[in-house]
């Protein structure tokens, strides 16, 4: 049984914290469980879930675990507003209310027989996680595998087990690079639009997927474009203030889209117009 | 029998160099010596004359600013196919940091008195030579600003 789209998609479903994972100092895991069963909460990489915590808010949150793992439903959270402050300060066996999944997901069948580049910044290598454990259990479908990973320090790296167990084995590419640091850290320095530069990938057949703030982003499309990656082949993961999480509501409108409905995932030439607006 | 590799070659084939003529090239390599550094070893130390500048062949070096009571600050680590080392184009003529090994590194030095000298007398050289310079100096500034925007901060 599974326990993903309720009938309701507006009724949050009951989820247990099983665990709680402190990442980085403002970052942390959550795994979640359905507090009346079911099984696997199924979904595809790069979509997310609407996160309740009861009588403070509910805030849309990407799922950053294994789409085929059948265990918990995980959530990375930054926490930087109060809702996500409220979830920082609960503990397992607390419940929180879920909806979704909900939007778009990378282009994964699309990418095969492709090199495919990930770049991601900061918090943003959370929302591309499931998509790294999709590529790596379908691996002989693609070409070379990249992850291009940027942080603001050293301390700020997320996932910095992980990425090391990627670095180490022979079939993929994983580069990181922070904008600072002091003499003891032994990795690169300097922004990650110089990996995309040095990045050993077919540029005109590859498939690109970018995930970060968006200032990053920006710069990060400017770089594969340079590179010679095509707008078709690049997509990437907007963030906008949801609500409703199906296009009810318009609060994510963006141009003639709706983030939560339309997006999150979007090709960057259906954007690239509005990409760069202020105020869409 | 052992083969010196020409300074010549690798000269041509660093991407600083591309497009240079073959006596130019000549020249360049008239001023170029292989230079090789220790990981931790310091290449260039702020304050001291800045005489030479370099193309990496091999490894990584860091710029660094050193702090008092702190370990020092690494302002960007650069590599294979990058060049650094432009104060001896700028009065003081002194280097404004640190550059220090990080591994084991092969560089490729090039001497500016021996480089002004020829400038004096052929000024298309100093050309050929400022025009591969300058948009170094413009990828460093703009990846200068990019980090000022601390762009992996979350919108609040």
């Known amino acids: 049984m599974s326990v993903t789209a309720a009938a309701d998609p507006m009724l949050p479903e009951p989820f247990g914290i099983l665990r709680k994972r402190r990442e980085l100092s403002d970052t942390f895991t959550l795994e979640l469980s359905p507090l009346h069963g079911g099984g696997t909460f199924a979904f595809r990489p790069g979509q997310f879930n609407m996160l309740y915590v009861f009588g403070v808010g509910e805030i849309p949150i990407s799922i950053s675990g294994d789409p085929e793992d059948d265990g918990p439903l995980v959530h990375t959270i930054r926490a930087v507003g109060t809702v996500s402050g409220a979830l920082r300060d609960m503990e397992a066996g607390d419940v929180i209310g879920v909806r979704g999944p909900f939007g778009s997901a990378w282009p994964v069948e699309e990418a095969e027989g492709r090199d495919v580049v990930l770049v991601t910044g900061g918090v943003g290598l959370a929302p591309m996680r499931p998509v790294i454990h999709h590529l790596l259990a379908h691996r002989q479908r693609y070409g070379k595998l990249l992850i291009l990973y940027g942080a603001r320090t050293p301390e700020d790296v997320l996932f910095r087990k992980q990425l090391e167990q990627w670095r180490s084995r022979f079939d993929m590419f994983v580069d990181v690079t922070v904008d600072r640091a002091t003499g003891k850290w032994r990795g690169r320095v300097g922004v990650v639009t110089k990996l995309i530069a040095r990045a050993g990938f077919d540029p005109h057949d590859a498939a690109a997927f970018v995930c970060g703030p968006e200032v990053m982003m920006r710069f990060s499309v400017q770089a594969l474009n340079e590179r010679g990656v095509a707008d078709e082949r690049i997509h990437l993961s907007m963030e906008r203030n949801m609500k409703c999480a199906v296009g009810f509501c318009g609060h994510c409108q963006f141009g003639g889209q709706f983030v939560c409905k339309d997006g999150p995932v979007f090709r960057f030439d259906a954007i690239r117009d509005i990409f760069s607006v202020w105020e869409v | ?156």
Not at chain 2, 56 to 74: C, D, N, Q, T, W
Not at chain 2, 110 to 127: I, N, P, T, V, W
Request: glycine share 8%; proline share 6%; hydrophobic share 45%.
């Open chain 2, 1 to 156: 029998m052992v083969r010196i590799e020409g300074l010549e070659r690798i000269l041509r084939e660093h991407p600083f160099f591309e497009g240079l003529s073959a006596d130019y090239q000549d020249l360049f390599a008239g001023c170029a010596a292989n230079e090789r550094f220790e990981a931790g070893g310091f290449v260039g130390r702020e304050g001291e004359p800045a005489n030479k500048f370099y193309l990496v062949r091999h490894g990584i070096v860091a710029l660094e600013y050193a702090v008092p009571a702190r370990p020092p600050l690494v302002l960007e680590t650069l590599e294979e196919g990058d060049v650094f080392g432009w104060s001896w184009m700028v009065p003081p003529h002194t280097w404004a940091f640190d550059v220090r090994a990080m591994t084991l590194v092969r560089l490729i030095s090039l001497d500016a008195e021996c480089l002004r000298g020829k400038f004096e007398s052929d000024h298309r050289l100093g050309y050929e030579l400022f025009r591969r310079f300058v948009p170094v100096v413009a990828k460093r500034l703009a990846a200068a600003r990019m980090r000022l925007l601390d762009m992996y901060d979350s919108p609040k």
